[in-house]
């Protein structure tokens, strides 16, 4: 199989490999996974964060965990477009939380906070539960890497 063809059956068109936007790779005959991505692929630039949080410009905490998670990937958002680049270029996302029974309880309401911030992009992610993070409010920290066009 062409790096064309697939491409088209992972679901992007062939545009994508023009212009080198992260796309995803997934193995022939692997499911496709709901939420996120088994790999990408990009050429590019390298953008990686440190841990980010879920506090907003003043250092002021949401108080639940939706409300912290989406001011963390509004965080990864803004870093990523202070680079120059765009929701599209993440590759990845490592998310670090606290208590993952709150991450796995909140599910069906954690996909629109997600899509709040990032759209449909899904790039490969991992879920960590942590005992603690080094800000002791912080219920999620989230590493993100993204890969912006040269």
């Not at 990686?48 to 965990?65: H, I, M, S």
Request: proline share 7%; with cysteine; aromatic share 6%.
């Amino acid at each position: 199989m062409t790096r064309q063809d697939h491409a088209m059956t992972s679901g992007l068109p062939p545009s994508d490999l023009a212009t080198r936007k992260p796309r995803p790779v997934l193995p022939d005959g692997w499911p496709q996974p709901r939420g996120y991505a088994n790999g990408m692929i990009a050429q590019g630039k390298v953008l990686t964060t440190g841990g980010l949080v879920g506090w907003d410009e003043n250092g002021v905490f949401a108080k639940d965990f939706l409300g912290q998670v989406g001011q963390t990937l509004a965080n990864i958002r803004a870093v990523v477009e202070a680079g120059g680049g765009e929701v599209s270029d993440i590759m990845r996302l490592t998310w670090y939380v606290t208590d993952i029974e709150a991450y796995r309880g909140c599910l069906a309401e954690l996909g629109p906070v997600y899509r709040a911030h990032l759209g449909r992009h899904f790039p490969a992610m991992a879920v960590v539960a942590v005992s603690a993070l080094v800000e002791p409010e912080a219920m999620v920290e989230i590493e993100a890497t993204a890969v912006l066009a040269d």
